[in-house]
């Protein structure tokens, strides 16, 4: 039986690129978007919003993934509100960050122990937030396998 991922998002520059890894690799792939760009006849896909939890619920009923990759959370809100939802769908929660959550100011290769955010820009606060949210839910929940990739 083929491993099922869920993506929230999937046609971005880097999402589609994990698209067409997951496919390749022989994963049975579930997108979650609005269905504004086209997406590979492979894929199962269920236009919504990626906020209108009642819609999505109604769709995905008593479905089960091996991972759930979240790519639009951009806010600690929408975060907690991601997690909670799809964490009932899978064992496996990632977040999609970014690397900008290191404070790129002081240059050089970064490392996951370098100083972290940016505090001009908003969306390396809200992220580098997120990533601390994620951590509580974590402890909180009793919730072992999640992460956060750069």
Same mark, same amino acid.
């Given at each position: 039986?083929?491993?099922?991922? !869920?993506?929230?998002?999937?046609?971005?520059?880097?999402?589609?690129?994990? $698209?067409?890894? &997951?496919?390749?690799?022989?994963?049975?792939?579930?997108?979650?978007?609005?269905?504004? =760009?086209?997406?590979?006849? %492979?894929?199962?896909?269920?236009? %919504?919003? *990626?906020?209108?939890?009642? %819609?999505?619920?109604?769709? !995905?009923?008593?479905?089960?993934?091996?991972?759930?990759?979240?790519?639009? *959370?951009?806010?600690?809100?929408?975060?907690?509100?991601?997690?909670?939802?799809?964490?009932?769908? $899978?064992?496996?929660?990632?977040?999609? #960050? #970014? *690397?900008?959550?290191?404070?790129?100011?002081? @240059?050089?290769?970064?490392?996951?122990?370098?100083?972290?955010?940016?505090?001009?820009?908003?969306? #390396?606060?809200?992220?580098?937030? *997120?990533?601390?949210?994620? $951590?509580?839910? =974590?402890?909180?929940? @009793?919730?072992?396998?999640? @992460?956060? &990739? =750069?």
């Amino acid at each position: 039986m083929k491993k099922s991922v !869920l993506l929230i998002g999937g046609t971005g520059v880097l999402s589609s690129a994990v $698209t067409t890894e &997951l496919l390749h690799q022989g994963f049975a792939v579930t997108m979650i978007n609005r269905g504004s =760009r086209s997406v590979s006849e %492979s894929v199962t896909l269920i236009k %919504s919003n *990626c906020n209108n939890y009642p %819609s999505i619920k109604e769709n !995905l009923e008593s479905k089960w993934f091996d991972a759930v990759i979240d790519f639009l *959370c951009y806010t600690p809100k929408q975060l907690a509100d991601s997690f909670t939802f799809y964490s009932k769908y $899978t064992n496996q929660y990632f977040f999609i #960050s #970014s *690397c900008a959550v290191y404070n790129t100011e002081l @240059g050089g290769i970064f490392e996951e122990d370098s100083p972290k955010v940016l505090n001009q820009w908003q969306y #390396s606060i809200d992220k580098w937030e *997120c990533e601390q949210t994620l $951590t509580k839910l =974590r402890k909180t929940e @009793g919730y072992e396998d999640l @992460g956060f &990739l =750069r």
